[in-house]
């Protein structure tokens, strides 16, 4: 539905923009208490990212992006 998109934050310039417009990326992250031992607890998290199309061109996204469709399509 045109103008009822809801606005992101681009993660690296602050832009905003309609949710449509932008780039999402997810990331996993790993968050951990570092200890070498039994009890070492660690925790992932996938986390997705809003970038704005100008950032997400000049940090590569776009083509991490292509690269997944082509694996994906050549199998």
Do not use: Q, W
Request: charged content about 35%.
């Amino acid at each position: 539905m045109r103008g009822k998109d809801r606005t992101v934050i681009c993660g690296a310039c602050g832009r905003r923009m309609p949710r449509g417009k932008a780039v999402t990326y997810e990331r996993s992250m790993v968050f951990s208490t570092d200890l070498k031992t039994a009890d070492d607890v660690k925790l992932i998290e996938r986390r997705k990212f809003y970038y704005c199309p100008s950032c997400g061109k000049s940090l590569g996204i776009y083509e991490k992006k292509r690269k997944r469709a082509m694996a994906k399509y050549n199998r």
